[in-house]
């Protein structure tokens, strides 16, 4: 379907195109009260476009980056947006013609080129980082999953270029931040003849790339984030995997060339933080998760935490043909949608015991990170779904399976950023904050809810709908250790 076509008028306005122009910075309407200690900045990213030129990019994930920047003092609430400027992009803009491929829509190329792209993969990664926002020392980068995130001027939202190149040509926009240090550590697949994964670090002052550990494999799995504890970094494998030589020759898109072959189960790799050593290899019941929740160490059992579904077939499920069909057939979004789910990992049995943590569907996970990251830890908050669309925002205790929901008819929020309260000792005290988009107004609003209660404390109406995007970080901009 074409992105701005509407069957079902309220789920997909979060699909219809933004104008290319940058949104300049203007104040918001408030209703309610944002809380006078927030400060700093909520920056979030996500597909504001898909048809550009003659392009109808095919997949939700595939649209081109706009980043998104909220900013808050006494109460008051700003906004601007602009498009990431890429490479991507500009060449679509000035050919008519996509040049690079994107997670689920590739330009048609000859075999000559296909072979080319196997020795210099630089020519086909795209660069539109639409996934996340995260922060290396005292810049803010865009990423994706190729190895090309992209520095920004938070204040102008200009993009300033490669923040660094990840060694391989496939990695994560969810790398995790080294304690103390503020560095970024992170996964890539480097693909080829004798493809490995490789563990790297980020040096949040230099930028400089340095390799932790290299992990031969014969078939890597698509790993959208991965696990990390005191000593180990684990990489949840699941059995949605690539044979590298055909992704370079086969001419389909990304995600196309990912078969499903459960019999694999999902294998857990065990990298020795310190040494970079494999430690172990466990295998565990087959599943497929975008989002791991958090991890930590109970003495030699490893409790890995995702958002995981019995399969992947969320990911064929967010093809636009398929959204379309769902919306229009009143069905939901995902034939298997994601719940929260426990795989204890035990060092010394080699076992990979899985559990359901909640009844609840969840995905877009947040944390208390600062505070929880690698600990033991007892709320997670997501974004779940009913009839159509995401449509609520659940707050679990994964200590009992309880939740509570917050949903207000016909609206859809996205991906709730936690905020701690300052001085707050408990792990729940704080905001949660959601881009909302309302069907009935037809606009989108910054919602601030209480993480505790999920009551609505206040709203800033943007005036004008925001397409559905991923991910965001609140940042006070100064840089620290802990990020
Ligand atoms: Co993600």
Same mark, same amino acid.
């Given at each position: ?10 789920? $997909? ?7 290319? %122009? ?100 630089? $020519? ?31 204040? +102008? ?14 990695? +994560? ?32 002052? $230099? ?101 995981? %579904? ?40 080699? +076992? ?81 904050? $959601? ?12 919602? %601030? ?35």
């Amino acid at each position: 379907m074409s992105s701005t076509q509407k069957t079902s008028p309220g789920a $997909t306005l979060g699909f219809a195109d933004r104008p290319a %122009a940058p949104t300049p910075r203007r104040e918001l309407e408030v209703d309610g009260t944002f809380p006078s200690w927030l400060t700093g900045s909520l920056l979030r990213n996500g597909p504001g476009a898909w048809n550009v030129g003659k392009y109808r990019l095919a997949h939700w994930f595939d649209g081109f980056a706009q980043l998104h920047h909220f900013d808050f003092a006494q109460g008051r609430v700003h906004y601007a947006s602009r498009f990431l400027q890429t490479e991507a992009r500009a060449a679509v803009e000035k050919t008519g013609k996509l040049r690079t491929s994107e997670f689920a829509t590739d330009p048609c190329r000859s075999i000559f080129q296909r072979v080319h792209a196997l020795f210099d993969p630089s $020519t086909v990664l795209t660069d539109n980082a639409n996934v996340s926002v995260q922060r290396l020392g005292d810049r803010l980068i865009a990423m994706t999953e190729t190895p090309l995130p992209i520095t920004f001027d938070p204040d +102008t939202l200009d993009s300033e270029g490669t923040a660094f190149e990840a060694p391989g040509q496939v990695t +994560t926009a969810h790398p995790h931040y080294e304690r103390g240090t503020g560095s970024l550590l992170n996964y890539a697949a480097h693909l080829g003849p004798r493809s490995s994964y490789r563990m790297f670090r980020v040096d949040p002052d $230099t930028a400089e790339v340095s390799e932790l550990a290299r992990i031969p494999v014969r078939k890597p799995s698509y790993m959208h984030s991965f696990g990390i504890t005191e000593r180990f970094f684990v990489l949840a494998e699941f059995p949605l995997v690539v044979n590298p030589l055909a992704l370079a020759v086969s001419g389909k898109p990304f995600i196309a060339n990912y078969r499903w072959e459960p019999e694999r189960g999902t294998r857990f790799t065990v990298i020795d933080r310190r040494t970079g050593r494999l430690h172990a290899r466990i295998q565990g019941e087959a599943c497929f998760a975008f989002h791991h929740i958090n991890a930590y160490e109970d003495g030699d059992v490893l409790n890995i935490d995702l958002c995981a %579904a019995s399969d992947a077939s969320i990911v064929e499920d967010l093809y636009f043909d398929r959204i379309d069909g769902r919306l229009a057939a009143g069905r939901p979004v995902a034939r298997n949608y994601p719940r929260p789910t426990r795989f204890q990992i035990d060092l010394q049995k080699r +076992t990979a015991r899985r559990s359901t943590l909640s009844d609840v569907g969840l995905d877009l996970p947040v944390v208390n990170a600062p505070r929880v990251r690698e600990r033991p830890y007892t709320k997670t908050w997501g974004v779940g779904t009913s009839e159509d669309w995401i449509d609520r925002i659940h707050a679990v205790d994964i200590t009992t399976g309880e939740y509570r929901t917050w949903h207000e008819g016909g609206t859809y929020p996205g991906e709730p950023v936690f905020v701690a309260r300052p001085g707050a000792t408990d792990e729940d005290d704080g905001i949660l904050l $959601t881009v909302v988009l309302s069907e009935h107004r037809e606009t989108s609003a910054l919602v %601030a809810l209480d993480a505790r209660t999920l009551e609505t404390v206040g709203r800033a109406e943007v005036g004008h709908p925001i397409p559905y995007g991923f991910h965001g970080l609140h940042t006070t901009r100064k840089a620290s250790p802990d990020a």
